[in-house]
């Protein structure tokens, strides 16, 4: 069966995603297509031979349409993940599933009623290699219970339009998410340190930030989000564990030797880095839709990290560290 598949917002990310269904991903179609700007629309949509639908409800709506992509920025998400499900139709929807916790709340209630998992959201560190292995160790319990752990997100440079809150609500959230993954708890607090700032800042930005968070048993976890560093994509992982630690390891498949020495190739941006990652979500995604399942994150992810976004952000100006509120978790998601 082929899945065909609805495109809502097909901008950086969005277009990434339809090359990859496009060139080597098995089992899927983009067939339609609709975004907020109609120009970026046909565009996209006669690159592929899609239809263009003026609204991403008619496109949700439309028999042609077996599941949902939305590649839309964040504040459009939450009105287009309830028209999916309202459909039942799966729906993938990249990070963050919603802005706050209160309308991922909306998104769990609605999907509840349904009666089966429909959304997925775009945690794609899950499916990296390196961290699924990282993870493999962690849950085997060879290195005992973890104590510790080291997160860091550096990027080389953000556009002046990107706000302090955006480090956690659009580039944190893929760490807090990662944390919650390898320890299979959910975070407890959170504190947010704010160390000297980078001279490449702009001045509306506290860069770099530090989150410190405490998971429900008392993992202490800290998060360097670090969003100017002016040279590289750099993403690092480390797990403290009772009898042992286990951390990524630098990521690049060649090493350069010369006269000045011996060098890694640096990656550049998340399209670089978690290229493997993305296929295989993508990938999971479409066969699961296909076999009428669901796979990958759920709204209780997307719930659970936009709940520690919106503490981080109280916590940028208040003294932390502030407690997470999270409703217990439904069964539902269990
Ligand atoms: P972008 O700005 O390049 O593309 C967004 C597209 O959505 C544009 O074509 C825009 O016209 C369209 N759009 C905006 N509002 C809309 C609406 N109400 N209805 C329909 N279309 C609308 O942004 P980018 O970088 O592609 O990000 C898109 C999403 O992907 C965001 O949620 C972002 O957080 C996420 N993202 C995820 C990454 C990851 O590592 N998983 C990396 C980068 C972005």
């Given at each position: 069966m082929t899945v065909r598949i609805g495109m809502i917002g097909p901008g950086g990310m969005g277009r990434a995603h339809i090359e990859r269904i496009r060139t080597v991903?098995?089992?899927?179609?983009?067939?339609a297509v609709s975004d907020i700007d109609p120009g970026n629309a046909q565009r996209v949509a006669e690159g592929i031979g899609a239809k263009v639908f003026a609204s991403s409800a008619e496109l949700i709506a439309?028999?042609?349409?077996?599941a949902v992509m939305i590649c839309s920025y964040g504040p459009a998400h939450r009105d287009d993940v309830l028209a999916a499900i309202r459909a039942g139709k799966p729906v993938f929807c990249e990070k963050?599933?919603?802005?706050?916790a209160s309308e991922c709340l909306e998104i769990l209630q609605a999907e509840q009623e349904a009666g089966r998992r429909l959304v997925t959201v775009g945690f794609m560190r899950r499916f990296d290699p390196s961290y699924r292995q990282l993870k493999a160790i962690v849950d085997s319990g060879e290195i005992g219970e973890p104590l510790i752990m080291h997160s860091r997100h550096r990027n080389p440079t953000v556009p002046?339009?990107?706000?302090?809150?955006m480090a956690i609500n659009d580039t944190g959230i893929h760490d807090i998410d990662t944390m919650r993954w390898l320890l299979g708890e959910e975070i407890a607090s959170v504190r947010v340190d704010k160390p000297k700032r980078t001279r490449?800042?702009?001045?509306?930005?506290?860069?770099?930030l530090v989150l410190i968070l405490s998971s429900a048993s008392g993992v202490w976890i800290d998060v360097e989000i670090f969003v100017?560093?002016?040279h590289a994509y750099d993403i690092q992982c480390e797990v403290v564990s009772e009898s042992g630690t286990v951390r990524l390891s630098d990521q690049q498949l060649v090493e350069r030797t010369g006269a000045i020495g011996r060098s890694h190739l640096l990656t550049m941006d998340h399209n670089e880095r978690f290229g493997a990652a993305f296929v295989t979500e993508v990938q999971e995604w479409i066969s699961a839709v296909a076999r009428g399942e669901h796979t990958g994150s759920t709204s209780w992810d997307g719930y659970a990290a936009a709940c520690v976004c919106d503490a981080a952000v109280r916590a940028l100006t208040d003294d932390g560290p502030i407690a997470v509120d999270l409703i217990e978790q439904p069964a539902f998601y269990s």
């Open positions: 991903i098995a089992s899927g179609e983009v067939v439309s028999d042609a349409v077996d963050p599933l919603a802005p706050t002046e339009r990107y706000t302090w809150d490449h800042r702009f001045p509306h930005l506290q860069d770099p100017n560093n002016q």
